[in-house]
């Protein structure tokens, strides 16, 4: 009888080697045809998909068009101008010339007047203008960078979050390989009297347990893809292999958007102050007016007549100076409050820049941790299948050494994909 369980262990074997076999030339085929993703494209495709990012463009073309109405105004500038008065009482000469009359001025006036205005010396309030659009920009860019860069943070919990559950899904296979290797020959045993029907139940049952644990992580996983496949704007394929990071070299360095955005926004304080010294600048112009009216330039002239004039005008605002010492104050005081606020984000990022550099470490040795109690776990797992086929020990007593050997591989992986995403966010912390 024992020959004849032995004979029927070896031919069910045989029969999930075939089994296997099969399946790893069917996942080799499929893989050679799959669609790969990689954590650099998802990031890139997500940046690219974000409603934002087509801002970037639309941020230029409005710069381009208010840079273009700023050079307008060194054009001529054309205005006229129309009115019609009537007045109580009008300039009059008292005086009597024998033969000559004097003509009294209408109470009723009539003018309308083009001007033309041409730009010489502006103090350089246009260029100013210009310098501050253009900084302006860059602003409202660096502002979307920032907007696309947090966005690093969400694919990476995605992406990771995916990788673990495929981790998971794996190690779920394996169970319920052993598991069903095991029951196999427990129904071998059974028909031949050598072990019990609750044991093969109980192996039924942690079987049908795994598949079921497996089937909510496989449910987790195609969520997590579902989200990530909103953030990309990329549909995935149902054999869709994430590929799992290489190691990679951290760095403190910050490069994060933010520090150059502290910079641009120095930058626009100084054009302010700028704009503050030149406010007392001298602007000159020239100008020309004709027109035709009641009266013209010659007051004494009751008829409608076309008259001229043209010039050079001189104006130097003199206000500014009330105001000018407070109002640079006030820039020194933004200036030190944007010190301040780079400060403390630089100290926050080394704080944690700090936390996942530990991490990373602490998971270093987790992982050679792991790797000792697998081998353990493992010698435990083979020594306890040949019990349970021998009735040394219950079929409760080998799931209990299955799980800790379960337990002992998922821990491994979780520790490894823990690390290499301690890494990832070392550099999105730091911006590299």
Known sequence: ??????????????????????????????????????????????????????????????????????????????????????????????????????????????????????????????????????????????????????????????????????????????????????????????????????????LKAELIASEQQRIEIQYKKEALIRMLEELTGHQFTDNVVFKTPEPIQTTIKNQRPEMEMFKLRQQMLEIERKKLNQHWHPQIGAFVQGGYGRPGLNMLD????????????????????????NELEKLEIESAMIDTELQTFEMNTRLESIEEENNIQKFEELIAKDAEIIALRQEVLESAKAQLNYGVITSHEFINKLNATYIAQITKSLHQLQQLKSQYQQLIITGN
């Open 1 to 202: 009888m024992i020959a004849f369980v032995k004979l029927s262990v070896f031919q069910i074997k045989i029969r999930r080697m075939k089994n296997i076999l099969i399946l790893l030339f069917i996942s080799l085929l499929s893989t050679s045809y799959a669609q790969t993703v990689t954590i650099d494209e998802a990031y890139q495709w997500s940046k690219e998909n974000l409603p934002i990012y087509q801002q970037k463009e639309l941020l230029k073309e409005q710069t381009k068009r208010n840079l273009s109405n700023t050079h307008k105004a060194y054009l001529p500038q054309v205005n006229l101008q129309g009115q019609a008065t009537y007045q109580t009482d009008v300039t009059s000469i008292p005086i009597e010339i024998p033969g000559i009359e004097i003509e009294d001025m209408s109470k009723d006036q009539y003018q309308l007047v083009a001007e033309v205005n041409q730009l010489i010396y502006d103090g350089g309030n246009i260029k100013n203008k210009q310098e501050r659009l253009q900084l302006s920009e860059l602003m409202q860019l660096q502002e979307v960078e920032i907007t696309l860069y947090n966005l690093r943070q969400r694919v990476s919990d995605l992406y990771f979050g995916i990788l673990l559950t495929e981790e998971q899904i794996k190690q779920r296979k394996y169970i319920e390989e052993t598991l069903q290797a095991t029951l196999d020959q427990a129904e071998v045993a059974l028909d031949n009297g050598v072990t019990a029907k609750a044991d093969v139940n109980e």
């Open 302 to 325: 009751n008829d409608f007549k076309p008259f001229a004039i043209g010039g050079v005008r001189l104006s130097i605002p003199l206000s500014g100076f009330y105001t000018q010492k």
